[in-house]
C-alpha cells in the first residue's frame, strides 16, 4: 500500500547533494569539516544584480511571469548569445526555466520517447542518466578516462551511436572533470553527428564562463548542425546566483514549444524577480565575471600543484569549471583507522569521517576510480584541505 511508484524508484538520489548534507550535519556537531562537495561558487551575486532584484521588487514584478520567462529576459540572452557566442536567436528560440537543471530535464522530457538511447560520456553529472531514466529512455555510457583528459573522442562517439540513439549531452567545461571541448574537438564530434540525423545534441554550457583558454566554443557554432542543438545556460555560476534558479535553453523553436508546453504544466515561468535580476546580469557590467573567473583560476593551480604532491593520486590540469577529478585507485584495498578503502565511495566517507574534508565519490559520476572537489572556496581552506587529505592518504596501507 505504501509503495512509490515505479518512475521513482528507478531514481537514485543525488550523491553531491548527499555528501553536502553529511557535511552539514558534522558540522552542526561541531566538526571542523572543509566542504569541498559542492558545486556552488563561494562569492557573493554583485551588488548592481541584487539592486535590480531590489528595484524589481520595489516596482512590484510579482506577479506570475509567461511560461518561457519575460520578454525583455529573453531579449537580453539573445544579445547575449550574439555578443559573446556570436550566435543568431530569436526571442521565440529562448525558454528560461528554474535553474540549467530543469533546463536540461525538460530538453530530455521533450526529446526522448522510451527506448530511446542517450550517450553520456563518463564522467558526467550526476544528475544526466537519472533525467534520462525518468523519461524512460536508457543512457548509454562512453568511458572517457584521465588518459584522454575525460574528453570523447569521434570513434567512441561512432561506436555508441545505433538506430535507437536520440541524443547525446555533452558538458564543456565539464563537471565533473573541468574538461574543456576545443573547437576543433567539438567540430570533429559534429562531422561524426552529420552522419546520423536523428540525434539530438544537449550541450550544457552552465560553467561557460569558468574556463581557462580563453573564448568558449559551443556546437552551436557550427551552423551545419546548429538545428539539431539545445544550448542549456544560466546565471548560476557565472554570476553567482545559485539560489536564485534561472536557466535557459535556446534551441530550434519546435523544441522550445514542447518544452514550454511541458514547463507550463508543472512550474510555469520562473520567480519573476529573478528573472530581473538575470536580466541585469546579462544586460549590465561583466567585470564582475572576469574577476571570479581570475579568482577559480589562481585556485586551480593551487590545487593541482598541491594534489600533485600527494603520493598515489593521478591528477590532469583542469581547462574550466571548479573541479578537479583525481584519479585515487591505487588506494583500493589499502587500510587505516580500522576500515578498509574498496572504492572512491569509501574514500570520500574515509576522507570526511577522519579527515574532516567533503569530496564526492567518483561511482556517483560513473568513473569509479576518480573523486571529485570543489576548489570553489577560499585558497586557505583549499590549503588545508590538502594538507588533512595528504595526511589521511598517507595512513593507508
Same mark, same amino acid.
Given at each position: 500500500?505504501?509503495?512509490?511508484?515505479?518512475?521513482?524508484?528507478?531514481?537514485?538520489?543525488?550523491?553531491?547533494?548527499?555528501?553536502?548534507?553529511?557535511?552539514?550535519?558534522?558540522?552542526?556537531?561541531?566538526?571542523?569539516?572543509?566542504?569541498?562537495?559542492?558545486?556552488? $561558487?563561494?562569492?557573493?551575486? !554583485?551588488?548592481?544584480? /541584487?539592486?535590480?532584484?531590489? @528595484?524589481?521588487?520595489?516596482? %512590484?514584478?510579482?506577479? #506570475?511571469? $509567461?511560461?518561457?520567462?519575460? !520578454?525583455?529576459?529573453? /531579449?537580453?540572452?539573445?544579445? @547575449?548569445?550574439?555578443?559573446? %557566442?556570436?550566435?543568431? #536567436?530569436? $526571442?521565440?528560440?529562448?525558454?528560461?526555466?528554474?535553474?540549467?537543471?530543469?533546463?536540461?530535464?525538460?530538453?530530455?522530457?521533450?526529446?526522448?520517447?522510451?527506448?530511446?538511447?542517450?550517450?553520456?560520456?563518463?564522467?558526467?553529472?550526476?544528475?544526466?542518466?537519472?533525467?534520462?531514466?525518468?523519461?524512460?529512455?536508457?543512457?548509454?555510457?562512453?568511458?572517457?578516462?584521465?588518459?584522454?583528459?575525460?574528453?570523447?573522442?569521434?570513434?567512441?562517439?561512432?561506436?555508441?551511436?545505433?538506430?535507437?540513439?536520440?541524443?547525446?549531452?555533452?558538458?564543456?567545461?565539464?563537471?565533473?572533470?573541468?574538461?574543456?571541448?576545443?573547437?576543433?574537438?567539438?567540430?570533429?564530434?559534429?562531422?561524426?553527428?552529420?552522419?546520423?540525423?536523428?540525434?539530438?545534441?544537449?550541450?550544457?554550457?552552465?560553467?561557460?564562463?569558468?574556463?581557462?583558454?580563453?573564448?568558449?566554443?559551443s556546437m552551436a557554432q557550427f551552423p551545419d548542425i546548429k538545428e539539431r542543438v539545445?544550448?542549456?545556460?544560466?546565471?548560476?555560476?557565472?554570476?553567482?546566483?545559485?539560489?536564485?534558479?534561472?536557466?535557459f535553453i535556446a534551441a530550434p523553436e519546435w523544441i522550445v514549444k514542447g518544452c514550454?508546453?511541458?514547463?507550463?504544466?508543472?512550474?510555469?515561468?520562473?520567480?519573476?524577480?529573478?528573472?530581473?535580476?538575470?536580466?541585469?546580469?546579462?544586460?549590465?557590467?561583466?567585470?564582475?565575471?572576469?574577476?571570479?573567473?581570475?579568482?577559480?583560476?589562481?585556485?586551480?593551480?593551487?590545487?593541482?600543484?598541491?594534489?600533485?604532491?600527494?603520493?598515489?593520486?593521478?591528477?590532469?590540469?583542469?581547462?574550466?569549471?571548479?573541479?578537479?577529478?583525481?584519479?585515487?585507485?591505487?588506494?583500493?584495498?589499502?587500510?587505516?583507522?580500522?576500515?578498509?578503502?574498496?572504492?572512491?565511495?569509501?574514500?570520500?566517507?574515509?576522507?570526511?569521517?577522519?579527515?574532516?574534508?567533503?569530496?564526492?565519490?567518483?561511482?556517483?559520476?560513473?568513473?569509479?576510480?576518480?573523486?571529485?572537489?570543489?576548489?570553489?572556496?577560499?585558497?586557505?581552506?583549499?590549503?588545508?584541505?590538502?594538507?588533512?587529505?595528504?595526511?589521511?592518504?598517507?595512513?593507508?596501507?
Open positions: 500500500m505504501n509503495s512509490l511508484s515505479e518512475r521513482l524508484n528507478r531514481l537514485a538520489p543525488s550523491a553531491t547533494l548527499a555528501m553536502s548534507q553529511k557535511s552539514s550535519e558534522l558540522k552542526a556537531q561541531g566538526v571542523d569539516v572543509i566542504n569541498m562537495s559542492v558545486g556552488e $561558487p563561494d562569492f557573493n551575486t !554583485p551588488d548592481h544584480i /541584487k539592486r535590480a532584484a531590489i @528595484k524589481a521588487v520595489e516596482d %512590484n514584478w510579482t506577479r #506570475y511571469s $509567461p511560461v518561457p520567462g519575460y !520578454p525583455e529576459l529573453k /531579449k537580453a540572452i539573445v544579445a @547575449k548569445l550574439k555578443n559573446e %557566442n556570436g550566435l543568431d #536567436y530569436a $526571442p521565440s528560440q529562448i525558454l528560461c526555466s528554474n535553474g540549467a537543471k530543469q533546463s536540461v530535464c525538460n530538453a530530455i522530457m521533450a526529446l526522448v520517447n522510451a527506448g530511446d538511447e542517450v550517450i553520456i560520456p563518463a564522467p558526467y553529472w550526476v544528475s544526466y542518466p537519472q533525467m534520462v531514466l525518468l523519461a524512460e529512455g536508457t543512457p548509454v555510457y562512453v568511458a572517457c578516462g584521465i588518459e584522454q583528459d575525460f574528453k570523447m573522442t569521434p570513434e567512441q562517439l561512432e561506436k555508441a551511436i545505433t538506430p535507437k540513439t536520440r541524443a547525446l549531452i555533452l558538458c564543456s567545461p565539464s563537471n565533473p572533470t573541468g574538461s574543456v571541448y576545443s573547437s576543433a574537438e567539438l567540430e570533429a564530434l559534429k562531422d561524426v553527428l552529420l552522419r546520423h540525423p536523428r540525434v539530438i545534441v544537449i550541450a550544457d554550457e552552465i560553467y561557460e564562463h569558468i574556463n581557462y583558454v580563453g573564448a568558449h566554443a539545445v544550448i542549456i545556460n544560466g546565471v548560476s555560476k557565472a554570476y553567482a546566483m545559485t539560489g536564485w534558479r534561472i536557466g514550454n508546453k511541458l514547463q507550463g504544466q508543472y512550474t510555469s515561468g520562473p520567480c519573476s524577480v529573478s528573472q530581473k535580476a538575470a536580466e541585469e546580469a546579462y544586460s549590465g557590467p561583466q567585470d564582475c565575471v572576469e574577476e571570479m573567473r581570475q579568482a577559480f583560476e589562481r585556485r586551480k593551480n593551487l590545487i593541482v600543484s598541491l594534489a600533485k604532491e600527494i603520493p598515489g593520486l593521478e591528477v590532469n590540469d583542469p581547462q574550466g569549471a571548479f573541479y578537479l577529478f583525481p584519479k585515487c585507485s591505487s588506494f583500493y584495498g589499502k587500510s587505516a583507522e580500522g576500515r578498509t578503502i574498496n572504492n572512491s565511495t569509501d574514500l570520500a566517507m574515509y576522507l570526511l569521517e577522519v579527515g574532516h574534508v567533503a569530496t564526492v565519490g567518483g561511482d556517483a559520476f560513473g568513473s569509479p576510480e576518480c573523486f571529485r572537489m570543489s576548489y570553489a572556496t577560499s585558497d586557505d581552506n583549499i590549503r588545508e584541505a590538502m594538507r588533512r587529505i595528504k595526511e589521511c592518504l598517507a595512513h593507508l596501507q
